[in-house]
């Protein structure tokens, strides 16, 4: 810790640094008219550091509630297993969004209304950053509709170095798509995009493109069929695959699903009365292990319509049609966090994201 931090009255910093960390940013960001010491200690990196290390382990669910029938900006519900919920906006962006990927306390969102666009922001510090236009023209050609078929953030918390990643199938003018894959990278520190060109066969739904993983220095996608995941390694800008553990069984009534567990791939696997979960122990040598089975009879009516969306080692968060779920993993119990009003929205699960709350500037 820097030198400069005095005596916080009674406590030692270090006690007022660990409760702080644990504050909602927004509580947080009222904190710094406190005192002047309280506005230094907040400000400092050391304070940066541990705040991030203890979000980065309580993740939330982020859902954008949009009217299809509005021309309105989304609002935005932050779903806390500790803190409950809260409503905030993208008001501060100025153009009309959608949020396309979220890591480590980032949202990279695309424009509405001028393809093409992107910004990377945190909601919770309210800052934001257009990224550059690139000079490739076909980055708003990919096909089918123009977008990228795979959208992916990274973002190093230490660093606070992120990387924005658009993939897609190219279609060149007049002619059907190709295997073509070409995978444009943004990257922060140098304030450029780059890109390379392979050759994919692979597929994704909306599900699958939305549940994008960041870990172990590469990003992460279920694909369509439930194969394999396909992994764009960013150190080094090549695509593998990674099997799926021998048990997943897709298709016959059974979803496959990849999400992020304290820092691991996890792939959950839902059947008519199971969800089953595995983690990657050890990623290296591509090491599956089955974590936790779940009973579904308790929400047997939604079963259908369920998704999990994100995990710790202590809960899973699970959209529906209407509803944000939460189940405890230690006691085994069900609990609605959230429940929609509004019958003209979306699906839930169609714009939820995981999500973790940190001071990361972008």
Known sequence: MNSFISKSGFFPDEVVIQILARLPIKSLIRSKCVSKTWYNLISDKYFTKIYNEISIRNPNVLVEITDPTSESRPSLILVDNLRGVSEF??????????????????LCCSSIRDKGVYYVCNPMTRECRQLPRTRERPLTRFYPD??????????????ERYNVVLAGYHRSFGHRPERTFKCMVFDSETDKWR??????????????RNQVVFANGALHWLTASCSCLLVLDLDC????????????????GNRVYLLESDGRLSVVQISDVWMSIWVMEEYGREEWSLVDKVSLRCIRGMVPGVFPISQTEQCVFLATHKQVLVYQRRTRLWME???LKNAATLP????????????VSC
Not at 198 to 207: P, R
């Open 348 to 359: 839930l699960w169609f714009s939820a994201h995981a999500f973790k709350s940190t001071i």
């Open 237 to 252: 800008e090549s695509w593998r695959k990674i099997s799926l553990p021998g048990q997943v069984v897709c298709g016959s």
């Open 195 to 208: 890109k390379f060109v392979s050759l994919q066969d692979d597929h994704f739904t909306h599900m699958n």
């Open 337 to 339: 966090m959230y429940a």
């Open 146 to 159: 123009g977008e990228a078929t795979l959208v992916g953030l990274a973002c190093n918390v230490v660093t």
């Open 89 to 106: 906006s993208l008001d501060f962006i100025k153009d009309r969004v959608r949020v396309k990927a979220s890591c480590n306390g980032l």
